[in-house]
Nanobody, 121 residues
């Protein structure tokens, strides 16, 4: 079992930055791929970024060059640094864990409760 708790969301203006954190409890954090998904009002859950247990990285095209995912296995934490935020980045951001190489929500077994990110224009 892995429990995930996100933090770091908030209300910012376009062009600002935020760093989301996801703290994991449970064993063998380093064995899991960690991902960030987001869900905007009225839309489905969208893959944002993934970091594998070996450090491989994936990003959705819309955030490439602006968002950076990282993990600190000693702290059981994964981060999402979000720069140059846009209004279209507004969503609830979810952290997920799974023993997978995939980028679909169904590939992940454990989810946090989500943190709201709102970007005003």
């Amino acid at each position: 079992q892995v429990q995930l708790v996100e933090s770091g969301g908030g209300l910012v203006q376009a062009g600002d930055s935020l760093r989301l954190s996801c703290a994991a409890s449970g064993r063998r954090f380093s064995a899991y791929a960690m991902a960030w998904f987001r869900q905007a009002p009225g839309k489905g859950r969208e893959f944002v970024s993934r970091i594998g247990w070996g450090g491989s990285l994936q990003y959705v095209d819309s955030v490439k060059g602006r968002f950076t995912i990282s993990r600190d296995n000693a702290k059981n934490t994964v981060y999402l640094q979000m720069n140059s935020l846009k209004p279209e980045d507004t969503a609830v951001y979810y952290c997920a864990a799974g023993q997978t190489t995939g980028g679909r929500a169904d590939d992940y077994d454990y989810w946090g409760q989500g943190t709201q990110v709102t970007v005003s224009s």
